[in-house]
């Protein structure tokens, strides 16, 4: 990271934007920093992306639930204090929760 000066983000302050799912809503509070997009992320219970992302993440879960599934079958249940870490281009996702979530992502 490079060329960010130190400041403070209150992420409640941010206006969301609403991203449809197949399933449910999201809606993300996002700053940009430089190259680096940071998000704070509300998926309603129901949720399910509509699509596999190939985007770089490092996401980790602040409350609820999230499964993330990867693009060869295999799925991971994540709760509040967990994360994952992906590069861009590697292992294609999409994510879904039945009760509803909160993360905090950088990409």
Request: charged share 25%; hydrophobic share 35%; aromatic share 10%.
């Amino acid at each position: 990271m490079q060329a960010i000066p130190f400041q403070t983000v209150d992420w409640m302050k941010i206006e969301p934007t609403l991203h449809p799912g197949l399933n449910g809503e999201a809606l993300w509070r996002t700053r940009q920093f430089g190259e680096i997009r940071v998000r704070m992320v509300d998926y309603s219970p129901g949720y399910e992306a509509d699509h596999w992302c190939t985007k770089g993440h490092v996401l980790l879960v602040l409350e609820g639930e999230l499964e993330t599934e990867l693009a060869d079958g295999r799925r991971f249940r994540l709760g509040p204090g967990m994360s994952y870490q992906v590069a861009d281009g590697e292992e294609p996702h999409r994510s879904r929760t039945r009760s509803g979530c909160r993360l905090f992502i950088v990409d």
